[in-house]
């Protein structure tokens, strides 16, 4: 069965340190991949996804990136976090086939002081 | 342009009361899916359930029903005799096509109290 993991759970960083969070899946190939961020009270904001090894897309322009270095790796990155940058960041994949649901990790909730 | 609206922020309720979660969405692609996520307070994002924009057919699962309405663009999920265990935060979502991907939106949530 596949199964998707994310860390760290938690952390909390200065502003203007660097951020890297990593989220792997198992059990699959080629999977679509995902970053949301959750704001406290809002809704999922799509950050970025990719569809394979090397491609990412960017839905929202800020100081965050990613990066696909294995087909199965995502990792959400900043070189300088601000305060607006606090929230739950979630990882989520789903199968390359249209129109399945994706499949969520259990998240990292981010706070920068 | 797409959007999905959850007009409802919280909701609370007694145990045992049927509630009911609107979701309503605006899209101009003819061919679409829509999705109810459901993420207790540990945070992660549990699939409850998809449905494609030519099935209009309702659903029911256990104390879940969700009713879907193309003439008024809505995807409401109802659950019959709340318990506590289903306290949460409630997502609608709509994906379709865009540019050769999946782009999913989400709405803003409903959070869902059930009292004991």
């Known amino acids: 069965s596949q199964t998707i993991h994310q860390w760290p759970a938690t952390l909390v960083q200065p502003v203007g340190s660097p951020l890297s969070l990593e989220c792997t899946v198992e059990?699959?190939?080629?999977?679509?991949l995902y970053w949301y961020r959750q704001a406290a009270g809002r809704g999922l904001q799509l950050l970025f996804y990719?569809?394979?090894?090397?491609?990412i897309s960017s839905e929202v322009p800020q100081n965050l990136s990613a990066s696909r270095p294995q087909d199965r790796q995502f990792i959400l990155s900043s070189k300088k976090l601000l305060l607006s940058d606090s929230g739950f960041y979630l990882c989520?994949?789903?199968?390359?086939?249209?129109?399945?649901?994706?499949?969520f990790g259990n998240g990292t909730r981010l706070t920068v002081t | 342009a797409q959007k999905v609206t959850q007009a409802q922020t919280e909701i609370s309720v007694v145990e045992k009361e049927d509630v009911t979660l609107d979701c309503v969405y605006e899209?101009?692609?003819?061919?679409?899916?829509l999705f109810w996520y459901k993420q207790p307070p540990s945070g992660e994002l549990v699939f409850l359930i998809r449905?494609?924009?030519?099935?209009?057919q309702n659903e029911i699962s256990g104390r879940y029903s969700w009713n879907f309405q193309k003439s008024t663009s809505s995807f409401n999920f109802t659950i019959t005799a709340s318990q506590v265990v289903d306290s949460a935060v409630y997502f609608c979502?709509?994906?379709?096509?865009?540019?050769?991907?999946?782009?999913?939106?989400f709405g803003t949530g409903t959070k869902l109290q059930v009292i004991p």
């Open positions: 990719s569809v394979g090894i090397g491609q």
């Open positions: 059990g699959t190939s080629n999977p679509n």
């Open positions: 989520a994949w789903r199968p390359g086939i249209p129109n399945l649901p994706l499949h």
């Open positions: 979502a709509l994906s379709l096509n865009s540019g050769g991907y999946q782009k999913v939106t």
């Open positions: 449905r494609n924009s030519f099935d209009e």
């Open positions: 899209t101009r692609d003819t061919t679409y899916y």
